[in-house]
């Protein structure tokens, strides 16, 4: 079991920064893969960013260039640094981790955290 709490939403201004954290806590030592996802108000939850257990990282387009994802070194609290934040990134950010289990890849997500972009 893996538990993931999200800290670090708020409000903001747009061309504004704000930096996300994602603690993990149980057993870490099994994370594969962890991610940021987020969804606004009627969308579905799309991925953000993700780094793996070899340290790859794939943002999707739209945040090239504007956040980065990054992990601690001790690997137990991931972040999300998003610069020029836009009225469009107003979402509800969420932290996921995929472990692999008895063969199989099993899912966590945090609780979520809010992020508004609006002036």
């Known amino acids: 079991q893996v538990q993931l709490v999200e800290s670090g939403g708020g409000w903001v201004q747009p061309g504004g920064s704000l930096t996300l954290s994602c603690a993990a806590s149980?057993?870490?030592?099994?994370?594969?893969?962890r991610a940021w996802y987020r969804q606004a108000p009627g969308q579905a939850r799309d991925l953000v960013a993700s780094?793996?257990?070899?340290?790859?990282?794939t943002y999707t387009d739209p945040v090239k260039g504007r956040f980065t994802i990054s992990l601690d070194n001790d690997k137990e609290t991931m972040s999300l640094l998003m610069k020029s934040l836009k009225p469009d990134d107003t979402a509800d950010y969420y932290c996921?981790?995929?472990?692999?289990?008895?063969?199989?890849?099993?899912?966590?997500w945090g609780q979520g955290t809010q992020v508004t972009v609006s002036s």
């Open positions: 996921q981790a995929t472990t692999i289990e008895n063969f199989k890849y099993v899912t966590y």
């Open positions: 149980g057993s870490t030592v099994n994370i594969n893969t």
């Open positions: 780094i793996n257990r070899f340290g790859d990282i």
